[in-house]
């Protein structure tokens, strides 16, 4: 039996010493933690709203597009990193729930442009709201400005391609 399940650092370093290096294997679980816990953070807000996670990152990248916010369905799956299966089926969720409209393209009538609906506009501003104050405070209550600063420009270091 495993020394102590709690701890996955010292188990994959005890049963999985090929995989094993003291500098990145902390970095990157330290890294899916903090994400984890982020994202945990913002389903809790997003379902207190009645949205799930999917349905929330739709909205919020269809609302960060330009005025009259329309995206077609392959900006948005190029965009969230969806298949287009996922995305057909949260899209046609938040049609149902009135949060979306789709549009027809004079150009090309096989694209259905997304826009969003006038309900779902104060719906994902409030949503938004919440969770940047919320992120506002995990953050601070644990890093410095400076740290933040720093955690960011090193995190965009590893994001480019």
């Known amino acids: 039996m495993p ?14 010493p090929e995989t094993w290096d003291a500098l990145v294997m902390p970095f990157v679980f330290a890294l899916h933690r903090a994400h984890g816990k982020h994202m945990k953070r913002t389903a809790a807000i997003a379902a207190h709203h009645g949205l799930s996670l999917s349905e929330l990152d739709v909205l919020v990248a269809v609302r960060r597009s ?5 995206l077609t369905p392959s900006d948005l799956q190029r965009s969230l990193l969806l298949s287009s299966g996922g995305l057909t089926k949260i899209l046609a969720q938040l049609e149902a729930r009135g949060l979306i409209t789709r549009l027809t393209d004079d150009g090309d009538r096989r694209v259905k442009p997304v826009q969003l609906t006038d309900a779902a506009l104060p719906l994902i501003e409030t949503v938004l709201a919440e969770s940047c104050v919320d992120e506002r405070a995990w953050l601070r209550e644990r890093l410095s400005d400076a740290q933040i600063a720093e955690v960011t420009a090193l995190l965009a270091r590893l994001a480019e391609d």
């Open 66 to 70: 330009p005025r009259p916010w329309v």
């Open 3 to 16: 020394t102590d399940l709690k701890d996955p650092l010292a188990m994959q370093r005890e049963h999985w």
